[in-house]
């Protein structure tokens, strides 16, 4: 792909990849745009593949996500809008997880087509 690159906004879908399907926060509460976008029956089985992969290996959800993301070769700058210290530091963490393929694959296999929403 010869010098394409993304930038990738939400990359921990407002939270909802860093912590287990259903678990509430104070902003997934009080954010009604995002709850419309990603609280969705199909976006589920991400978060629990996610959390599967995060708990077999002992991290943080986060860095699972975040390591998943940086796998692939396009992705140029991540936008993770960290709003505390431990934000940065699982996005810096997760640039030394490689993923087998097996993970990337139960990762991956949740994914379908969607269409473009929020815009």
């Known amino acids: 792909m010869g010098g394409l690159g993304s930038l990738i906004w939400s990359p921990l879908a ?9 678990q509430a926060t104070t902003r997934s509460d009080n954010d009604p745009i995002s709850a419309a976008m990603l609280d969705q029956a199909q ?24 390591a998943w993301l940086l796998r692939n070769p396009v992705v140029t700058a991540p936008i993770i809008g960290a709003t505390r ?35």
């Open 85 to 119: 210290p431990e934000h940065l530091a699982d996005a810096v963490a997760a640039l030394d997880i490689d993923l087998t393929a097996d993970e990337a694959h139960l990762l991956e296999t949740p994914y379908t087509p969607r269409t473009p929403s929020g815009y």
């Open 14 to 22: 407002r939270g909802r990849l860093t912590r287990p399907w259903g």
């Open 43 to 66: 976006n589920r089985p991400i978060a629990d593949a996610v959390q599967r992969v995060a708990e077999n290996r002992g991290l943080p959800m986060a860095r699972i996500a975040m």
